[in-house]
């Protein structure tokens, strides 16, 4: 069984960066996507960022373009979020998923971990 951990969340003023950790374990992840998905109060869950972790291709919602970077240490089972130019519309919780590649969607997810930008 997948599991996942994300950890990095906190308080952050507009403009700032922060740095978010999804350590996976329970599976050989070479044949799974790994993504970063949000949910601000009051507006359901959304797709941020993606990355594939055989060959490393991602793939970004147009909010996030340029700002924030997804990437993975394959000898730590790590998926990393930086975010940087941070704005108080960034602010939500913040969740780790996993999906096989060729799955219809993502079926594991983390705990999420709250990030808040104060402008």
């Known amino acids: 069984q997948v599991q996942l951990v994300e950890s990095g969340g906190g308080l952050v003023q507009a403009g700032g960066s922060l740095r978010l950790s999804c350590a996976a374990s329970g599976r050989t992840f070479s044949s799974y996507r790994m993504g970063w998905f949000r949910q601000a109060p009051g507006k359901s869950r959304e797709f941020v960022a993606e990355?594939?972790?055989?060959?490393?291709?991602?793939s970004y919602a147009e909010s996030v373009k340029g700002r924030f970077t997804i990437s993975r240490d394959n000898a730590k089972n790590t998926v990393f979020l930086q975010m940087n130019s941070l704005k108080p519309e960034d602010t939500a919780v913040y969740f780790c998923a996993a999906r096989l590649i060729y799955s219809a969607g993502y079926d594991s997810w983390g705990q999420g971990t709250q990030v808040t930008v104060s402008s």
């Open positions: 990355i594939r972790w055989s060959g490393g291709s991602t």
